[in-house]
């Protein structure tokens, strides 16, 4: 076992690419929703594909963008938060793997040293009861345990927005242009 698998993961990036793409989309469309709200550039018209907008298609686009925002907030939100969790999970799970190593290590060494009797074999059982009860106790197994009850949340987070609302979405654009055609 690496004595510092713990330390690299406690210093290690914890977003993936996924989540470092949605955080750069989303600062560019913060800049973007920004500088609309701000500055007001707002396009009256896109020459090049000869679009003209009236104050009321100026008005959609506030909301379109506004949406956009809300949609890559919500989904970096998610997949950080499943990124954090899967980062301090693998950190609990190294840091117990390196305390059960140790720990197991030394307990060989001490039984390989010594002839043990049944009463000595009996005080050894004893004495790692009250080890495990005192692993317990500092916290090891609740911090572990406080982890696994987010991961549901998180899962069915990245399923609403990495699936359903994508999905929802696009149904909702359909209508729309269907609802348009003339």
């Known amino acids: 076992m690496n004595p510092f698998k713990a330390e690299v993961i406690r210093v290690a990036d914890p977003l993936s690419q996924h989540t470092r793409s949605l955080r750069?989309?989303?600062l560019i469309a913060s800049v973007v929703a920004t500088a609309v709200a701000k500055a007001g550039l707002i396009p009256t018209q896109i020459s090049a594909l000869g679009l003209q907008f009236s104050q009321a298609d100026r008005g959609s686009l506030l909301w379109l963008i506004g949406i956009v925002v809300l949609f890559l907030s919500a989904s970096f939100v998610v997949a950080a938060s499943?990124?954090?969790?899967?980062w301090r999970m693998s950190l609990f799970s190294s840091s117990w793997e390196e305390e059960s190593?140790?720990?197991e290590t030394s307990r060989q060494e001490l039984v390989e040293q010594s002839n043990l009797s049944a009463e000595d074999k009996e005080l050894l059982q004893e004495q790692e009861r009250r080890l495990g009860a005192m692993w317990r106790n500092a916290g090891h197994v609740g911090r572990y345990t406080g982890m696994q009850k987010l991961v549901g949340a998180i899962s069915w987070a990245r399923v609403a927005i990495e699936f359903l609302l994508p999905a929802a979405a696009g149904v909702c654009a359909l209508t729309f242009l269907v609802q348009a055609l003339p």
């Not at 499943?82 to 899967?86: L, S, Y």
Request: net charge negative; aromatic share 18%; charged share 25%.
């Open 24 to 26: 750069k989309s989303l």
């Open 82 to 86: 499943a990124d954090f969790a899967a």
């Open 101 to 103: 190593e140790s720990y």
